[in-house]
């Protein structure tokens, strides 16, 4: 692996349900991030973590929920899908120096789409 | 509230020189960034700005005034594979990147 990696690809969801969202990076970052990328809008962040076992809320969280057991990974889970989470959804990574350039780096992306 | 603003869509020539503003007003500042996004595909990162001033790195340019709250992205001897959109991104004071809703670059022949 290099860099970071998202699965799955694309997903067709029935309302309701119950989705995990895959986010696996190998460049040992600290900070992780989840946004998602809607038509005519900025990314938008939902959660983020700056280390292994901490996790934050970002601009839009409702719905959403994730953790960081480890460095490598950061899964994202809708516990109840709704139409309205239909979206591009985008891992990021970052070292997390504060004061620096502290880069965030891009994951290919999960299409979701909520029916 | 927090706020970027970039125009939508652009059009320009191949060969030419195109320049791409952004505004912003957030609370804090500590960097503005510029990333590419092709379609379908993830941004990928292009310029960093923190102080005033001009960053070059080959054909792209970026421009920085912190008192006016505005940065260009500059884009010289454009070729048909610089086609994407352009996202300009401020860090606020939490830290956080605050990103505009991208500006879609058209290259013609």
Same mark, same amino acid.
């Given at each position: 692996?290099?860099?970071?990696?998202?699965?799955?690809?694309?997903?067709?969801?029935?309302?309701?349900?119950?989705?995990?969202?895959?986010?696996?990076?190998?460049?040992?970052?600290?900070?992780?991030?989840?946004?998602?990328?809607?038509?005519?809008?900025?990314?938008?962040?939902?959660?983020?973590?700056?280390?292994?076992?901490?996790?934050?809320?970002?601009?839009?969280?409702?719905?959403?929920?994730?953790?960081?057991?480890?460095?490598?990974?950061?899964?994202?889970?809708?516990?109840?899908?709704?139409?309205?989470?239909?979206?591009?959804?985008?891992?990021?990574?970052?070292?997390?120096?504060?004061?620096?350039?502290?880069?965030?780096?891009?994951?290919?992306?999960?299409?979701?789409?909520?029916? | 509230?927090?706020?970027?603003?970039?125009?939508?869509?652009?059009?320009?020539?191949?060969?030419?020189?195109?320049?791409?503003?952004?505004?912003?007003?957030?609370?804090?500042?500590?960097?503005?960034?510029?990333?590419?996004?092709?379609?379908?595909?993830?941004?990928?990162?292009? #310029? =960093?700005?923190? @102080?005033?001033? *001009?960053?070059? /790195?080959?054909?792209? +340019?970026?421009?920085?005034?912190?008192?006016?709250?505005? #940065? =260009?992205?500059? @884009?010289?001897? *454009?070729?048909? /594979?610089?086609?994407? +959109?352009?996202?300009?991104?401020?860090?606020?004071?939490?830290?956080?990147?605050?990103?505009?809703?991208?500006?879609?670059?058209?290259?013609?022949?």
């Amino acid at each position: 692996i290099a860099g970071i990696t998202q699965a799955p690809t694309s997903q067709i969801l029935a309302a309701g349900r119950r989705m995990t969202l895959r986010c696996t990076q190998d460049m040992r970052h600290n900070a992780m991030y989840w946004y998602r990328q809607d038509l005519g809008l900025g990314l938008r962040l939902i959660h983020y973590s700056n280390t292994a076992g901490t996790t934050g809320k970002g601009e839009v969280p409702d719905g959403y929920s994730v953790s960081r057991a480890n460095t490598d990974d950061f899964p994202l889970t809708l516990a109840s899908a709704v139409p309205s989470q239909t979206s591009v959804y985008f891992c990021a990574s970052s070292v997390e120096e504060t004061g620096g350039t502290d880069t965030q780096y891009f994951g290919p992306g999960t299409r979701l789409t909520v029916l | 509230g927090q706020n970027i603003d970039q125009p939508t869509e652009m059009t320009a020539t191949e060969g030419a020189i195109v320049q791409i503003n952004c505004t912003y007003q957030t609370s804090g500042f500590n960097g503005l960034f510029w990333y590419q996004q092709h379609a379908g595909e993830a941004p990928t990162f292009l #310029s =960093y700005n923190v @102080l005033d001033g *001009l960053e070059e /790195k080959g054909r792209f +340019s970026s421009f920085l005034s912190r008192s006016k709250g505005y #940065s =260009y992205l500059l @884009l010289k001897e *454009l070729q048909m /594979k610089d086609s994407a +959109s352009y996202l300009c991104a401020v860090r606020d004071s939490n830290y956080q990147l605050i990103w505009g809703a991208g500006t879609k670059l058209i290259i013609k022949p």
